[in-house]
């Protein structure tokens, strides 16, 4: 994810929602109008782009006031995406780990600054000391993916410590502090010092102090093998370049623009990073937990909310775990996520406790466009900025 990628997301977003989400109870939070629109934006955007299936969730005041699924969560099997359909959540897994390893620092368990081989000696020590909240902030030199059969790779690793050696032992693309590079594998080294300063395994930590807290019932880790109810199948759409590459005899069987089977991808490579899975009302209820300070303290949401900058001053767009815009009322939080079958978009305007959470099971969506006008509907004219 970029930096340019973080600030698109931000200028599609709006600042406030209509009165009757607020006065109205949340089995009708929404004036039938407004429903309709919301549905006919989505139905729009999911043919655009050519979306199987995906699910939408809105809250506002803090509050979950709409939740529901369109299209097919499996194409094979003509199955209704719904609420309940779980989707994986791609790099939205960083906020979460983001917010364990906050919490780990508020209880005194972790410190920001120290190198990180303290929490995670399974990190090997480099010309640099490399700190959690570097690493936090993308700011830690750690490599990104080297290419796309690396993103989408189908290795098994059994623990976070095992899928460190992907990359552990190769130098840092730069000294830790002076420039900006979004790296999934540096959230694979929190995901090790979580476990290395609360003693408890990743998956352990994240149900007790995450999931549980947040009310997040359809969460939890993206487990190859494992059969989890409600999951979606995940799909791509076959573009010009990847129908080149086909074989003669595969070219006679599909077409380019046509759906097909995402690529096999064991996640396991990068649980902290992009890992896991949910359902688009469990984000909203983590960001709705994050918000009313049910996860951290306000200081420290503020510390997750504040951007950070390179040595030179140069601000990256990013916090510690979430893309950040604005200030104030006006300030927009926000974290997307792509990956093999799945791409997810959540975002949240802290001040007014609206968040818009979307997921859907086709690789390379946007849902940018989907999340603009949903806010834009949403807004009353005296409430936009001038």
Same mark, same amino acid.
């Given at each position: 994810?970029?930096?340019?990628?973080?600030?698109?997301? &931000?200028?599609?977003?709006?600042?406030?929602?209509?009165?009757?989400?607020? *006065?109205?109870?949340?089995?009708?939070?929404?004036?039938?109008?407004?429903?309709?629109?919301?549905?006919?934006?989505?139905?729009?955007? *999911?043919?655009?782009? !050519?979306?199987?299936?995906?699910?939408?969730?809105?809250?506002?005041?803090?509050?979950?006031?709409?939740?529901?699924?369109?299209?097919?969560? %499996?194409?094979?099997?003509?199955?209704?995406?719904?609420?309940?359909?779980?989707?994986?959540?791609?790099?939205?897994?960083?906020? =979460?780990?983001?917010?364990?390893?906050?919490?780990?620092?508020?209880?005194?368990?972790?410190?920001?600054?120290?190198? @990180? +081989?303290?929490?995670?000696?399974?990190?090997?020590?480099?010309?640099?000391?490399?700190?959690?909240?570097?690493?936090?902030?993308?700011?830690?030199?750690?490599?990104?993916?080297?290419?796309?059969?690396? $993103?989408?790779?189908? +290795?098994?690793?059994?623990?976070?410590?095992? $899928?460190?050696?992907?990359?552990?032992?190769?130098?840092?693309?730069?000294?830790?502090?002076?420039?900006?590079?979004?790296?999934? &594998?540096?959230?694979?080294?929190?995901?090790?010092?979580?476990?290395?300063?609360?003693?408890? $395994?990743?998956?352990?930590?994240?149900?007790?102090?995450?999931?549980?807290?947040?009310? =997040?019932?359809?969460?939890?880790?993206?487990? &190859?093998?494992?059969?989890?109810?409600?999951?979606?199948?995940?799909?791509?759409?076959? !573009?010009?370049?990847?129908?080149?590459?086909?074989?003669?005899?595969?070219?006679?069987?599909?077409?380019?623009?046509?759906?097909?089977?995402?690529?096999?991808?064991?996640?396991?490579?990068?649980?902290?990073?992009?890992?896991?899975?949910?359902?688009?009302? %469990?984000?909203?209820?983590?960001?709705?937990? @994050?918000?009313?300070?049910?996860?951290?303290?306000?200081?420290?949401?503020?510390?997750?909310?504040?951007?950070?900058?390179?040595?030179?001053?140069?601000?990256?767009?990013?916090?510690?775990?979430?893309?950040?815009?604005?200030?104030?009322?006006?300030?927009?939080?926000?974290?997307?996520?792509?990956?093999?079958?799945?791409?997810?978009?959540?975002?949240? =305007?802290?001040?007014?406790?609206?968040? @818009?959470?979307?997921?859907?099971?086709?690789?390379?969506?946007?849902?940018?466009?989907?999340?603009?006008?949903?806010? *834009?509907?949403?807004?009353?004219?005296?409430? *936009?900025? +001038?």
């Amino acid at each position: 994810m970029t930096r340019t990628r973080y600030a698109l997301l &931000f200028a599609v977003l709006v600042f406030a929602m209509p009165a009757e989400a607020v *006065r109205k109870p949340q089995s009708a939070s929404l004036a039938p109008e407004t429903l309709r629109q919301i549905e006919a934006i989505v139905e729009s955007e *999911r043919g655009k782009e !050519n979306i199987p299936g995906l699910s939408v969730a809105i809250a506002y005041g803090n509050r979950v006031v709409f939740a529901k699924g369109f299209g097919v969560a %499996d194409v094979e099997h003509s199955v209704p995406a719904t609420p309940e359909t779980v989707y994986r959540t791609a790099s939205i897994a960083k906020s =979460m780990t983001a917010t364990s390893v906050m919490q780990l620092a508020e209880q005194g368990k972790l410190d920001l600054d120290a190198p @990180i +081989q303290k929490y995670c000696p399974a990190f090997p020590e480099k010309p640099w000391r490399v700190t959690a909240r570097q690493l936090l902030g993308h700011l830690g030199g750690i490599r990104h993916y080297k290419s796309n059969q690396e $993103s989408s790779g189908t +290795q098994h690793f059994d623990t976070i410590v095992a $899928s460190l050696a992907i990359f552990k032992d190769e130098p840092l693309l730069h000294e830790p502090g002076t420039k900006y590079n979004y790296s999934t &594998f540096g959230y694979s080294v929190l995901g090790c010092a979580i476990e290395g300063a609360s003693g408890k $395994s990743y998956v352990d930590y994240m149900q007790e102090r995450i999931f549980q807290p947040a009310g =997040m019932i359809h969460t939890g880790i993206d487990h &190859f093998r494992q059969i989890i109810p409600h999951r979606a199948r995940g799909y791509a759409v076959l !573009n010009a370049t990847g129908f080149l590459q086909l074989s003669e005899a595969e070219r006679r069987s599909v077409k380019p623009g046509e759906i097909f089977n995402a690529s096999l991808h064991d996640t396991s490579m990068k649980v902290p990073g992009g890992g896991l899975v949910s359902t688009a009302v %469990d984000l909203a209820r983590f960001a709705i937990a @994050i918000n009313t300070l049910a996860l951290v303290s306000e200081k420290t949401r503020s510390e997750m909310w504040t951007v950070q900058k390179t040595r030179d001053g140069q601000s990256t767009g990013y916090g510690l775990g979430w893309g950040v815009d604005g200030q104030g009322e006006r300030m927009l939080v926000s974290h997307s996520g792509g990956q093999a079958g799945t791409s997810t978009l959540l975002t949240m =305007m802290p001040s007014k406790g609206t968040i @818009i959470a979307v997921m859907a099971n086709l690789q390379g969506a946007n849902l940018g466009n989907m999340v603009g006008q949903i806010g *834009r509907l949403l807004v009353p004219e005296q409430a *936009r900025p +001038q």
